[in-house]
Nanobody
Framework: VQLQASGGGLVQAGDSLRLSCATS????????MGWFRQAPGKEREFVAA????????YYSDSVKGRFTISRDNAKITAYLQMNSLKAEDTAVYYC???????????????????WGQGTQVTVSS
């Protein structure tokens, strides 16, 4: 499974962005999808994840209520809608695919088998 993340950019605080993660081929529906981010000088951190059928979602506390993860299995694409962006959301955002199901697994980057190349999100205050 190859992943291609897109949709990043430079925005002002309070603005919105939608990231997309397109996959190269099926079986997309066999994988949970996650978004992680990495700011300069910091470790990669979990942002959000969505289960294989889209019925369960998980968010980090820092984005809960502002970000929404979704997926379209017919289009084999996952999305991250980011609203009310803050300067501290500035990072490179990565999408990833995991064969696991649980919260503890999907919030851990070592449980993801495939990664996209990352897309830069910069929020100016």
């Amino acid at each position: 499974v190859q992943l291609q993340a897109s949709g990043g950019g430079l925005v002002q605080a309070g603005d919105s962005l939608r990231l997309s993660c397109a996959t190269s081929r099926r079986p997309f529906g066999s994988y949970a999808m996650g978004w992680f981010r990495q700011a300069p000088g910091k470790e990669r951190e979990f942002v959000a994840a969505i289960s294989q059928n889209g019925g369960t979602t998980y968010y980090s506390d820092s984005v809960k209520g502002r970000f929404t993860i979704s997926r379209d299995n017919a289009k084999i694409t996952a999305y991250l809608q980011m609203n009310s962006l803050k300067a501290e959301d500035t990072a490179v955002y990565y999408c990833a695919a995991s064969p696991y199901y649980s919260y503890s697994d999907l919030t851990s980057n070592i449980k993801y088998d495939y990664w996209g190349q990352g897309t830069q999100v910069t929020v100016s205050s």
